[in-house]
């Protein structure tokens, strides 16, 4: 099993920046892939930013230019960096990482989650 645990969420103005990070901790055999969704309220939950273990990124066409996700292999933490932010980034931001299993599979896990709001 791997744990996540995420931190550095808040209540910010727009404009502001915050930066989360998300530690993954326990059976850890190889992470292929980390990043962070959120979740609004009344909505379904959608990717924010992804690294994997190559080193590329995804973000969502809607942070582009104002996030950056960074990741340190060594200590299986990833960090999203946000900037310029908005109202409509108010959301639960979960860390997600795509882990090997003893045989290599892949297998999804999630953190509890971390809030953000950013008011107006």
């Known amino acids: 099993q791997v744990q996540l645990v ?18 993954a901790s326990g059976r850890i055999f190889s992470i292929y892939a980390m990043g962070w969704y959120r979740q609004a309220p009344g909505k379904q939950r959608e990717m924010v930013a992804y690294t994997t ?6 973000y969502a066409d809607s942070v582009k230019g104002r996030f950056t996700i960074s990741r340190d292999i060594a200590s299986n933490t990833v960090a999203l960096q946000m900037n310029s932010l908005k109202p409509e980034d108010t959301a639960v931001y979960y860390c997600n ?6 045989y290599g599979r892949g297998i999804d896990y999630w953190g509890r ?8």
């Open 97 to 102: 990482t795509n882990a090997a299993n003893t």
């Open 53 to 58: 273990r190559g080193g590329s990124t995804t």
């Open 113 to 120: 989650g971390t809030q953000v709001t950013v008011s107006s």
């Open 6 to 23: 995420e931190s550095g969420g808040g209540l910010v103005q727009a404009g502001e920046s915050l930066r989360l990070s998300c530690v």
